[in-house]
């Protein structure tokens, strides 16, 4: 075992009655690295990262995240990790700071530290203006950003986004890659999962599903180099054609 | 602790940001408790009543003044032949007619007796029978008062008390119903469609990953909804005692007792529908349908249980508002304490506890 | 969705019909026979012998019996006085005392009704037994009434609930679900999407709504079998007449959804108000409680209530036979009704958007 491994799976399997959606999938996961999980739409990507961050149990195998057991700990993960799912989550009829104090309060964030987050927060971001308005009312780019860095209020040693950039334009999918890899830089693991493939060529390594497999495993250099092809999106059309 | 508080300030910000959803919650019980207490009531007034007088004497004159005279009856149409009934009756408004047979006076003279038809429209029975009854009665107190030099032999006249309610005013039925039903549709459908709702935006899933448990969340999405519900009810108890002077016979502190015992019920019921329902559409379907109607109609609210199919007398013992209705009843109107509703206390709070172990059961299957 | 739709409202005009009865019957009744004699005996005999009294309890005393009261085991409690026997052979006349639980106005005033007419009929009972009839008795005047209950002979309440709660469930379906729909489409952004397309308003609204009005017209004709089937419910009138008048209903409902709608940001909100002004059109309705009885200022509210005039006409038609003449009032109401909340729907659409 590698102690800088932050999470560990091993012939990790999710059956919905016969169907297998996760089939033994095996991969770790280093510490302040960035780690891609790619697939097709309904590769199993996303029961994956479920059963990692504890709201799904899986049938076999074994799942450590942060040196802690998905089945017997889930509870402390919890307390570990940061999540940003595919629909944007935060609540529309609360304001930035309500949202921000809201969640920081869950994470058990003491009153003065939620104080200097949100404050910092909302400068890095840019929200100044806005930190008193409904975030119902702000665009999407904005939401997805201030999304992210709720879910990296409690300093976690990993985050999880789930299709992050969905449906945002491609200057702020840039920043949001930005932020990523300032989170990456402090330390932070992140694990994302996303189908748009110039994406890929930004993560550490990454892992290719298909059909509740992994079939690919490394950094997208030596993907490329292994399929003999120039870019991550010929790489996914070559395993995804068998 | 800290979080949980976090928590339910949040959800107070939900219900209040909602101003329409708000101004709902608290004019409902009002709304509703003065339409029960001054417009609406299962006894008849004023119904319209055609003659069809083939005799036209003395007599059908003043019987036909007696009957206008009350208050129960106005006569308004008078009618010339058989076939008129019909078409009166199709009209709709009139809703009985009453035909004097032809020498009224000089059979009732000549042979002492004489025929009345009073013919009803049906459509509604409960009313026709109402109206066949009072007619009845008010010709009974005439005949008394035409035959009063004679002695008539063995009379046993009952002398009714009309206990708990004297005046029988609707309003003392209808206010146990209307507390019940504001409380289970601000408990059991708020909650239902609050905690869909979370799971429609997806902000569910964020919260189940977070640290906070999931008992926190469901207890915190409902507490804010207790909260409410006292207040309606607390209005709603004021409203009967100061506009309706419908008394609280007994103690005031058992009647809140027991409607928190039966709030929490409810709340248990919204959880457990927000378990089995993805959307708010199917959740707000579900309360509607499943809970709301039967809760008007087979709780005892409007129609008497007694009176029901056996098979649905047996059904009105699992609803939980049958069980309530009696306890307010006892409490506001009776007076009891404990030890006569000690029975359907024990019951509702048997059907919480079931109630609440069977969503912790379900919400935990959903996290598979 | 569609099981909701058909399925759960079908089942309820199954069992409602069957639950909503204002009938009061299966009385529970109790006596306190202080007196012990045949007399006595014959008495609490009749009420055993009554359909609409079920005879639970002898009680002691009149504290127990009071006590069942307070604890809801009784509803009727006869009390029969000492030496009433002996008092009703002396005196030729003697009372009785009768509480009743009132907490029920309209079912206590039945009831009272059901014990005079057991305690008259016991009269003339001893009339004829104990006594030969004197001939004084002969002379009295008598005026013999005799009930007719058109339309429905043997009082079947169902007769009367089932056409009601048919309007009831054609009404909540389709209002709901046009109030909820349009805001759905608010909600996740679709309406956004029809508004830039080149199709116009009318026909959009039109569009939507026409599913709805189906659905309703379809609620409609498997009630009515229903309603034939399993309640036999006579069907006099015109079916012709009773769809013609349906449809134009179903305008009007489908104009307060989506008035609703346009006013509304969320499902939730949507269906709140649909409800609140639901539950009071049905109450003021005269679905379940005579409008007639209720105060002049609260009649004057109900003309603005459509679901008065489809339970009028519904009513009419199906149980009554009445034709297009009789229900010419209902129908020009309905009508209007439809044409202002359409006109008030579409001009408040345009405005919102």
């Given amino acids: ?242 | 602790m800290k979080r949980f508080i976090g928590f339910i300030k949040k959800e107070f910000y939900h219900i209040f940001r909602d101003r329409r959803s708000l101004f709902i919650l608290f004019g409902m019980p009002i709304a509703q408790i003065m339409l029960f207490g001054f417009a609406i009531t299962n006894e008849i007034n004023n119904i319209d009543i055609a003659v069809l007088d083939h005799s036209k004497d003395a007599t059908t004159e003043e019987i036909i003044h007696k009957i206008s005279a009350s208050k129960y009856f106005s006569i308004n149409q008078f009618i010339n032949k058989e076939s008129d009934i019909e078409s009166v009756f199709k009209k709709g408004k009139v809703k009985a007619v009453l035909n004097f047979e032809k020498d009224f006076s000089k059979n009732l003279i000549k042979n002492h007796k004489a025929n009345l038809q009073i013919i009803t429209d049906a459509t509604d029975p409960n009313t026709a029978n109402t109206i066949s009854n009072y007619v009845n009665a008010i010709l009974i107190q005439y005949q008394k008062e035409l035959n009063k030099n004679i002695s008539i032999p063995y009379q046993i006249v009952p002398q009714t008390r009309m206990v708990y309610n004297p005046e029988l005013k609707s309003v003392y039925m209808f206010v146990p119903g209307v507390m019940t039903i504001i409380l289970m549709l601000v408990s059991a459908m708020m909650t239902s469609i609050s905690i869909t709702k979370e799971k429609e935006l997806g902000t569910m899933e964020i919260l189940l990953v977070s640290p906070i448990k999931p008992i926190q969340v469901i207890v915190g999405k409902v507490f804010p909804y207790i909260f409410l519900s006292v207040i309606n009810a607390v209005v709603i108890v004021l409203l009967s005692i100061f506009i309706f002077k419908m008394p609280v016979q007994g103690s005031l502190f058992l009647l809140g007792l027991e409607s928190i015992l039966f709030i929490i019920s409810a709340l248990a019921l919204g959880i457990l529908i927000s378990t089995i329902s993805a959307t708010q559409q199917t959740a707000m379907m579900i309360s509607l349908m499943g809970l709301m109607l039967p809760v008007i109609l087979l709780s005892g609210f409007i129609f008497p249980i007694s009176s029901m199919p056996l098979p649905l007398q047996v059904i009105s013992n699992i609803i939980p508002a049958k069980w309530f209705i009696i306890i307010i009843k006892g409490i506001m109107l009776k007076g009891v304490g404990l030890q006569y509703i000690w029975k359907e206390t024990f019951i509702l709070l048997g059907m919480t506890i079931f109630f609440i172990a069977l969503s912790v059961k379900k919400y935990k299957i959903r996290l598979e | 969705m569609l099981p909701i739709i058909f399925v759960l409202p079908l089942l309820q005009l199954v069992i409602l019909s069957n639950a909503a009865t204002f009938e009061v019957k299966n009385i529970k009744f109790g006596y306190i026979d202080n007196d012990h004699t045949s007399t006595s005996r014959d008495l609490v005999e009749k009420f055993n012998a009554s359909t609409y009294f079920n005879v639970l309890t002898n009680f002691s005393s009149e504290a127990l019996a009071s006590a069942a009261m307070l604890n809801g085991e009784v509803d009727v409690v006869l009390q029969i006085p000492q030496y009433f026997e002996r008092d009703l052979q002396k005196e030729k006349h003697n009372s009785l005392g009768v509480s009743i639980n009132a907490i029920d106005g309209a079912a206590a005033g039945v009831e009272n009704v059901y014990v005079t007419q057991i305690v008259q009929g016991f009269n003339q009972n001893i009339k004829v037994d104990v006594l030969q009839v004197s001939d004084k008795q002969m002379q009295a005047i008598r005026i013999e009434t005799i009930p007719l209950f058109w339309y429905n002979k043997t009082l079947n309440y169902k007769t009367f609930m089932v056409p009601g709660i048919l309007v009831l469930l054609v009404t909540m379906i389709t209002l709901f679900l046009s109030g909820m729909n349009i805001v759905r489409e608010k909600e996740i952004g679709t309406l956004e999407q029809i508004n830039v397309t080149p199709i116009k308003k009318s026909q959009f609204i039109i569009g939507k709504l026409f599913p709805f009005w189906l659905i309703g017209m379809g609620l409609l004709t498997v009630g009515l079998l229903l309603a034939k089937l399993i309640f036999n419910v006579p069907m006099i009138g015109s079916l012709p007449l009773m769809y013609f008048y349906t449809s134009i209903y179903i305008l009007v409902i489908l104009g307060i959804g989506l008035f609703i709608s346009n006013f509304t940001d969320t499902q939730q909100q949507a269906m709140f108000i649909a409800w609140f002004f639901t539950v009071i059109f049905i109450l003021m309705s005269g679905l379940f409680t005579p409008i007639e009885s209720m105060p002049k200022w609260a009649q004057t509210i109900t003309e603005f209530n459509p679901i008065k005039y489809f339970v009028q006409v519904m009513r009419m038609v199906m149980l009554k036979g009445s034709d297009i003449n009789d229900i010419l009032p209902q129908l020009l109401k309905t009508a209007f009704y439809a044409f202002i909340m359409n006109g008030l729907a579409v001009w408040s659409y345009k405005k919102t958007n």
Wanted: with cysteine.
């Fill in chain 1, 1 to 242: 075992m590698n102690n800088n491994n932050v999470i560990e799976v091993q012939n990790l399997t999710k059956m919905f009655g016969d169907f297998t959606a996760v089939n033994a999938i095996s991969f770790e996961v280093e510490k302040g690295e960035i780690f891609g999980f790619l697939g097709a739409n309904g590769a199993g990507k996303t029961t994956a990262m479920k059963m990692l961050i504890g709201i799904s149990n899986p049938t076999s195998g074994k799942a450590n995240v942060a040196g802690l057991d998905v089945y017997k700990q889930a509870e402390d993960i919890k307390k570990n990790i940061g999540y940003m799912s595919q629909k944007f989550a935060l609540y529309d009829d609360l304001t930035v700071k309500e949202n921000i104090t809201f969640f920081g309060g869950i994470y058990g964030l003491s009153r003065k530290r939620i104080k200097e987050k949100s404050a910092t927060l909302i400068e890095e971001l840019g929200l100044e203006s806005v930190a008193k308005k409904l975030v119902g009312s702000l665009p999407l780019g904005w939401k997805q950003k201030l999304s992210f860095s709720v879910s990296l209020l409690h300093d976690p040693k990993i985050v999880f986004l789930d299709e992050p950039t969905g449906g945002v334009d491609p200057i702020t999918r840039r920043q949001f890659w930005e932020l990523i890899y300032k989170a990456a830089h402090q330390g932070t693991t992140v694990f994302v999962t996303t189908h748009y493939m110039d994406e890929a060529e930004y993560c550490d390594r990454v892992s290719i599903m298909v059909n509740g497999k992994i079939e690919a495993l490394d950094t997208p250099k030596k993907l490329k180099q292994q399929f003999n092809v120039t870019n991550m999106n010929d790489v996914f059309l070559k395993l995804a054609r068998g």
